[in-house]
């Protein structure tokens, strides 16, 4: 049927996923799930969009997401798993003693935790003990330090061999929390999510200029996501752009980058100057396609001395396109005058506009729109300098989109 998509896996059934996006169909899921020994149950109701099974093994019900099942090589029954845990501490120590359910609960306080109902409330030891299906059975738990939500099995606890372990995921993760706040203030946003999240899940966060809610991730940010959509509005990739080399002294290493030519709140060129880099090129290009082509030909030149460094030691985005200091120079104006010459991708514009202006110049008026004027002092004489608010090849490309949308014809 027209506007269905099919299964990303067989290609012949049509997608289950019910907002239309890319995914598989019912019978493949069902054929990965037997895989894994498990069996769909699609009578049960789930929480989410995730997929219910019945585990094959053990006969338990339990909820996978799309995302895991597909990339799963066993099966992801927690009951299934917790018995081989419990299997192995047991083989490694067969003197330990069984632990019953009493016991169990107390383990799970002394590492810090509170066992709490679906409402967040806290549950009495013989509550508590009533939760256990089997002694292994994942429990819901509050953190006594931090407050922070998790789901913790007591084998989980018991099979921690390190001599000074922190339990508390969140509390392990604090001084990382830190950091990535702190990342999301240098981008002009406040986090609002608190406590440890994954790098690639959106949080809510606020901007710190306008109050515009915002929800995005760490990854996203670094990658170069635009902040606040209200601050910053989209970039015209046909716009101007700029390609930069920075110099990292204390790192030892060279950073290329593009950013656009725009007066925005954020710059990446400030950005990285706020964290000790030393700009030691910048080349204005026709736009962001002519933009990356500079950048990839750059990191070309480099292949043999790329470095890269984690997100935490280059927090400001960006660290994937590093090298060591000890390389070779890198002539940046030399490589926009190769590519422009070559006429690589983006560069070709610029031909066009001349071609363009030569059979239909540029009028008076469409020149005043761009005309700054700026009065001068030279030897006690007044003097008037004339200029561009915008580079040539910029205000070519703005008069001609101007044209093209004029000359359309209105409904």
């Known amino acids: 049927m027209a506007g269905v998509r099919t299964c990303t896996r067989c290609g012949i ?34 929480s989410s969009s995730n997929i219910a099974y019945t585990c094959s093994t053990c006969g338990e019900y339990g909820e ?27 083989t ?3 003197s330990r003693p069984e632990l019953s359910r009493e016991e169990a609960i107390a383990t799970i306080r002394r590492c810090g935790f509170a066992v709490i109902n679906r409402s967040g409330q806290p549950l009495s030891d013989l509550d508590a003990a009533m939760e256990l299906n089997e002694i292994w059975t994942p429990l819901s738990v509050r953190c006594q330090t931090c407050f922070a939500r998790d789901r913790v099995s007591v084998l989980d606890l018991i099979a921690r061999t390190d001599p000074d372990p922190v339990y508390c995921l969140s509390c392990a993760a604090h001084d990382l929390t ?52 209200r601050c910053y509005g989209s970039i015209d990739p046909a716009a101007e752009h700029r390609v930069y080399i920075f110099h990292f002294p204390t790192l030892g290493v060279f950073k290329a980058g593009i950013a656009n030519n725009e007066d925005r709140p954020y710059d990446r060129i400030k950005a990285h100057e706020a964290r000790g880099g030393v700009l030691v090129a910048l080349e204005l290009v026709p736009n962001r396609v002519a933009a990356r082509a500079v950048e990839e030909h750059v990191l070309s030149q480099v292949e043999a001395y790329r470095l890269e460094l984690s997100a935490k030691e280059f927090s400001q985005g960006g660290w994937t396109e590093l090298w060591s200091d000890k390389a070779p120079t890198i002539d940046l104006c030399a490589i926009v005058s190769l590519l422009e010459a070559q006429n690589a991708p983006g560069f070709s514009v610029i031909q066009e506009l001349e071609s363009y202006f030569e059979q239909h ?39 001609r989109l101007m044209r093209k949308l004029s000359d359309r014809p209105k409904n």
């Open 13 to 46: 059934n049509p997608c289950s996923n019910r907002k239309g996006k890319p995914g598989w169909c019912i019978e493949c899921k069902n054929q990965k799930l037997q895989t894994l020994g498990l069996a769909a149950a699609p009578s049960r109701h789930t």
């Open 178 to 229: 830190e950091w990535v706040n702190e990342v999301f203030e240098s981008h002009g946003l406040k986090r609002e999510h608190t406590g440890y999240t994954r790098h690639t899940n959106p949080v809510s966060s606020r901007c710190l200029t306008c109050g515009q809610p915002r929800t995005i991730s760490l990854h996203g940010l670094l990658r170069g996501e635009t902040p606040c959509i």
């Open 361 to 399: 110049p540029l009028t008076t008026e469409e020149i005043a729109r761009y005309s700054t004027f700026k009065e001068v002092d030279v030897d006690g004489t007044r003097v008037i300098v004339v200029g561009l608010s915008v580079t040539t090849y910029e205000m070519r490309r703005q008069i």
């Open 92 to 94: 490694e120590n067969p």
């Open 64 to 90: 996978v997401s799309f995302a895991k099942l597909k990339r799963a090589n066993h099966s992801p029954c927690e009951n299934c798993m917790y018995r081989i845990i419990l299997q192995q501490l047991m």
